[in-house]
C-alpha cells in the first residue's frame, strides 16, 4: 500500500492433544492489521555485495483479532481484541540481524482473556544460495515475554529456536518452523512446535518466482 504502508492479514491453525490422546485441528482467532513504516534506512555501500546490507527499520502496526476460533475448543480467545505494536529491525553485516517487538493486546471482554503486554526479540543470520539471490536459509533464536496487565501477575518467559527458509526462490513465499519452550511458571505452560507459511503478494504471484 504505497511506500510506507502494508495490510496484513494472519490466519492461524492449531492442533491440541486430547484428553483421551489423538489430535484434532481447527482454525484460531482471524487477525487483520495495517503497518506503517516511520523510518527505513540501507546502507549497500559502493563496493559492498548485495548481500552484506546493513540498515535498520522501525514501524508500528494497529491490528484487530476477530473471535472466529472455537474457544471451547482452544482454538480462540473468545472475544475480539484490538492491539499495537512497535517494531525495530537492525541489519547487521553478513546477512546477521537483531529484531525487537514490544506491544499490547486489549480485548474487548475481559472475562475472557486479560489486557496484557508483550515484549519479543530475535537473533539470528540468513545463508543464500546464488549470491543472495537464490534460497535463503535463516536460523534464529527468539526470546518471548508476556505479562498480563492485572494485580499479582508474573512476566511469562519463552526461548524460541526456529529456522525459515525461502520456498521460492524468488524469496516472496517462506516458511518457518520452530519449537516455543516456556522458562518459568511452566504449569499448564506446555512446549509448542509452531510453524508459519508467508507470502509477500507485493513482489509476485503465489505461483511465480519459482
Known amino acids: 500500500m504505497g511506500k510506507r504502508d502494508q495490510f496484513e492479514a494472519a490466519i492461524p491453525f492449531s492442533w491440541m492433544q486430547r484428553d483421551n490422546g489423538g489430535l484434532h485441528g481447527g482454525l484460531g482467532d482471524l487477525i487483520v492489521g495495517i503497518k506503517h513504516v516511520l523510518f527505513a534506512n540501507l546502507d549497500s555501500g559502493d563496493s559492498r555485495p548485495l ?30 481484541s484490538f492491539g499495537a505494536f512497535a517494531a525495530y529491525d537492525q541489519l547487521l553485516p553478513q546477512q546477521a540481524f537483531i529484531q525487537v517487538q514490544a506491544g499490547t493486546e486489549l480485548p474487548v471482554h475481559t472475562q475472557y482473556s486479560a489486557h496484557s503486554v508483550y515484549f519479543r526479540s530475535a537473533f539470528g543470520k540468513s545463508f543464500n544460495q546464488g549470491m543472495g539471490l537464490g534460497r535463503q536459509w535463516t536460523p534464529m533464536v527468539e526470546f518471548v515475554a508476556n505479562r498480563d496487565l492485572v494485580s499479582g501477575s508474573r512476566t511469562d518467559w519463552d526461548v524460541v529456536p526456529e529456522f525459515q527458509v525461502t520456498l521460492s526462490r524468488r524469496q516472496h513465499v517462506r516458511a518457518a518452523l520452530g519449537y516455543d519452550v516456556p522458562l518459568n511458571d511452566t504449569v499448564g505452560r506446555s512446549t509448542q512446535l509452531m510453524m508459519y507459511v508467508l507470502w509477500d503478494w507485493f513482489d509476485g504471484g503465489l505461483l511465480e518466482g519459482w
Do not use: H, K, R, W
Not at 52 to 66: A, N, P, R, Y
Open 51 to 80: 548481500y552484506d546490507e546493513t540498515g535498520s527499520i522501525l514501524s508500528v502496526q494497529g491490528e484487530v483479532s476477530l473471535a472466529t476460533g472455537d474457544a471451547a475448543q482452544g482454538f480462540g480467545s473468545g472475544t475480539t
